[in-house]
């Protein structure tokens, strides 16, 4: 990581083609290192989960996100919660919509 920073310092325009050749190596060494140890979760655990992450990604608000749905803001909090189950057709509209995979819902709902 020193020298990845020390390369990094330098700053871009300042970087010679063998220095942006060991960049590349180190971060992929750093990379491959962190997949070992640390792996990340592939897709979260709970259909709840999902709709948050897809949220997140779409920078949208509870409120917005119902609109997309078609469906209440009430309804997508029990959903959120866990307090209610979606049914076919909202599970459509999650795919649809959100582009949540079919067999994830079908798997976590």
């Known amino acids: 990581m020193e020298a990845i920073e020390s390369l990094l310092a330098k700053g871009s325009p300042n970087l010679t083609e063998s220095d942006l050749a ?10 491959r290192y ?10 979260p655990a709970t ?4 709709i948050r992450l897809r949220m997140f990604q779409e920078n949208l608000k509870q409120r917005d996100t119902a609109k997309v749905l078609g469906i209440t803001e009430t309804r997508l909090s029990e959903v ?4 209610r189950k979606v049914n076919m057709d909202l599970a459509k509209r999650l795919h649809e ?12 709902a």
């Open 34 to 43: 962190e997949d070992e140890h640390y792996p990340m979760p592939i897709e």
């Open 22 to 31: 060991e960049l590349q190596r180190l971060s992929l060494l750093v990379e």
């Open 47 to 50: 259909l709840p989960e999902m």
């Open 97 to 108: 919509k959100l582009h949540i995979r079919a067999e994830y819902i079908l798997k976590t």
């Open 80 to 83: 959120l919660a866990g307090k």
